[in-house]
């Protein structure tokens, strides 16, 4: 108890910092921001941007804070993770919680005083699906839990979108259906990679469960399903030619990536459809951006 309470004095505010995992939020950041430009088509003003841009922020931190908190078991037995700020206990469990409700409660309240309470919910809708319906609920439990409880991460264009508009529309609605789909092709990538570690610690993720071969067919089968949902928005009348043909070579590598996965799980397979598809989904909602600006 007294070395917690030395190693959480002796925390900084990286290790703060490192606490919401930027690096994961940084892609989720950018379809929020994405979004509002899209439901604006064009630049959705300064302050609203600003707003946005930090209560995101701060709702995304606080749920990575969250699960660090209650993932500490496991994170401190996967090397991966082992060096996360509440496994080294540079900053307690306490603590963490602490600051993670702090930025729970102040992302609520600037998004709700600087864009509107529909995007303010949303947020937080985003937050405990993460926090009560991944982390604490199907993480450890389901193979599907990604399935599922990613869903989490398909919120974000929508916090976008309502915070320009002040509601959701259909094709909103389909930027979050993309992402949803899109989060299997790539977490699975990266689950392959790190399998053992994810064996080791009892975390049934689709590899260890199903198997390589299993999870390298579902990959590509969802690479499928993101393809066409990208082009049903063109149908719909809400994307343009600009985007159809722009987004043609972006779908086709995807699915050639998918397939060379599915044909073969090599780790440097999956290590390259990882990193592509991180690239594939945010040009893929930039060239959306643009289309719908001219």
Known sequence: MVLSATRTRGATWRDYFWLTKPRVISLLL???LAAMFIAARGW???GLFLVVLVGGYMAAGAANAFNMVIDRDIDGRMKRTAQRPTVTEKISSREATLFATTLMLLSFLLLWWGANLTAALLAMAGLGWYVLIYTLYM???FWSNIVIG???GAFPPLVGWAAVTGELSLFSWYLFLIVFFWTPVHFWALALMIKDDYAAVGVPMLPVVRGERE???QVFLYAILTVVLTLI???MGELGWFYLLTSLSLNALLLWQGYQLYRRQERARAL????YSMLYLALLFVLMAVDRAF
Not at 272 to 275: A, D
């Open 272 to 275: 390259g459809l990882y990193k």
């Open 30 to 32: 950018f379809t929020t």
């Open 150 to 152: 990613g869903a989490a």
């Open 139 to 141: 993480k450890r439990r």
């Open 44 to 46: 959705p003003g300064l």
């Open 215 to 217: 999870t390298a067919y």
């Open 233 to 235: 928005p063109v149908l």
